[in-house]
C-alpha cells in the first residue's frame, strides 16, 4: 500500500485566515491525489482531483497543487463552513487516505 | 441528480458475514469508465477505502482486507453489494458507497449518507 501522511493532524485557526494543508505519500503518485473534507456525521465531500482540478461547485478559495509525492490544499479564506476534518486520498494504485487534519476554529 | 443510498444490518455478531447495499440513481453502472465504490470509518478514525466495481465488471480491493471482500452489481436494479465475511468488532463503522466518475484519476464525488454497523455478541 501507498501511505499517506498528513500534517498537521491539526490545527486552529480563524476566519479569513490563508490555511494549508500538506499530504505526502510513501512513493511517487503523479498527480493522482485527491482531498476532501468531511464535516462531524456527514459524508466526506469532495473538493480537490487529480491534485489541482476545482471539483465542480467547490468555492474558488480551495485550491490544491503538487506532484510526485509532496502536495498541499490551500485555503485562501477561511469561512465558518470550512472547519471540518481534510483528508486527501490517492489512486496511483487501490487508494489509501490519509489520517486526517482537523481544523478548528481559534 | 446523483444520489446514492446504503442499506443492510446495523448489528451484526462476530464471525458472520455482512451484506451491504448500495442502491443508486442518475447514472449508470453500465457507463464506461464509471465505478461504485465502499469506503468505512470507525468510529473517530480515518477514511478507509475498501473495494471498488468498475462498469465492466473489473474489481479492485484494500489488499489488507482482499479475502474478506466480494463486491459485485446489478446493473438492472442500479445496486452494488458488498459482502465482508468473519466480522470482527474492529469492523465497526460507518460503511460509504460512493460514485467513481469517468477520468483516469479515481475520486469519489457522490456519497451515500453512511450507514453504521456494530460488531457486538
Known amino acids: 500500500d501507498i501511505q499517506m501522511t498528513q500534517s498537521p493532524s491539526s490545527l486552529s485557526a480563524s476566519v479569513g485566515d490563508r490555511v494549508t494543508i500538506t499530504c505526502r505519500a510513501s512513493q511517487s503518485i503523479s498527480g493522482f491525489l485527491s482531498w476532501y473534507h468531511q464535516k462531524p456525521g456527514k459524508a466526506p465531500k469532495l473538493l480537490i482531483y487529480a491534485a489541482s482540478n476545482l471539483q465542480s461547485g467547490v468555492p474558488s478559495r480551495f485550491s490544491g497543487s503538487g506532484s510526485g509525492t509532496d502536495f498541499t490544499l490551500t485555503i485562501s479564506s477561511l469561512q465558518p463552513e470550512d472547519f471540518a476534518t481534510y483528508y486527501c486520498?490517492?489512486?496511483?494504485?487501490?487508494?489509501?487516505f490519509g489520517q486526517g487534519t482537523r481544523l478548528e476554529i481559534k | 441528480q446523483i444520489t446514492l443510498k446504503e442499506s443492510g444490518p446495523t448489528l451484526v455478531k462476530p464471525t458472520q458475514t455482512l451484506t451491504l447495499t448500495c442502491t443508486f440513481s442518475g447514472f449508470s453502472l453500465s457507463t464506461s469508465g464509471v465505478g461504485v465504490g465502499w469506503i468505512r470509518q470507525s468510529p473517530g478514525k480515518a477514511l478507509e477505502w475498501l473495494a471498488l466495481?468498475?462498469?465492466?465488471?473489473?474489481?479492485r480491493y484494500s489488499p489488507s482486507l482482499k479475502s474478506r471482500l466480494t463486491i459485485t452489481k446489478d446493473t438492472s436494479k442500479n445496486q452494488v453489494v458488498l459482502t465482508m465475511t468473519n466480522m470482527d468488532p474492529v469492523d465497526t463503522a460507518t460503511y460509504y458507497c460512493a460514485h467513481r466518475p469517468r477520468g483516469v484519476a479515481t475520486r469519489f464525488d457522490y456519497w451515500g449518507q453512511g450507514t453504521l454497523v456494530t460488531v457486538s455478541s
Open positions: 486520498q490517492q489512486s496511483y494504485t487501490t487508494p489509501t
Open positions: 466495481i468498475y462498469w465492466d465488471d473489473d474489481n
